[in-house]
């Protein structure tokens, strides 16, 4: 795995992402907009060995998210913004990281190029591996000249 795609040591993963995002909206020039974010008000998402992402209710954090759940969210964040900055020109990424009844839950959204239904590759499979390996689905969704959305759910 890339280094860059690594949490950095015990760093929940609220935090790692908006380190992460600081960075790449710093180094990039691409404006990030977080519309929901796990964090102050109701506690750092912390990372665990192992386990489930506990039963919480709708617009609860919970306390401990799975290590590898952590990891495969962070992956999928840094694949596809990295993806943003490579291939589609844009100008604005909006991110939401939410926990409700269906599981945690990333959307990242760009307004940037898009691309054509049927045309992947090796990173976009990637992400929707990284989801599947921790019991989550994935969807990229993508129009030419309006940019793309993927959501995930684990």
């Known amino acids: 795995m890339h ?8 760093q929940g993963l609220t935090r790692a992402v908006e380190e992460y995002l600081t ?10 907009e977080v519309w929901a974010m796990p964090g ?15 039963d919480v ?8 998210v799975p290590a590898a759940v952590a990891e495969a969210v962070y ?17 604005a990424v909006s991110i939401a990281l939410t926990v409700g009844r ?13 691309f054509r239904p049927g045309r992947t590759g090796r990173g976009l499979d990637m992400m929707k ?4 390996e921790v019991g989550g689905t994935l969807t990229i969704n993508s129009v030419v000249g309006e940019g793309t959305t993927i959501s995930g759910t684990i």
């Open 3 to 10: 280094e860059e795609l690594r949490m950095r040591g015990n």
């Open 102 to 114: 269906s599981g945690l839950r990333l959307t990242i959204s760009d307004n940037g190029a898009g």
């Open 57 to 64: 209710a709708p617009g609860a954090v919970p306390d401990v």
């Open 75 to 91: 992956a999928v964040l840094v694949e596809a913004l990295g993806n943003v900055e490579r291939h589609s020109r844009a100008q």
């Open 129 to 132: 591996r990284r989801f599947r």
């Open 23 to 32: 960075e790449w909206s710093e180094r990039t020039g691409v404006t990030v």
């Open 40 to 54: 102050a008000p109701a506690g750092d998402v912390h990372t665990a060995a192992s386990g489930a992402v506990p």
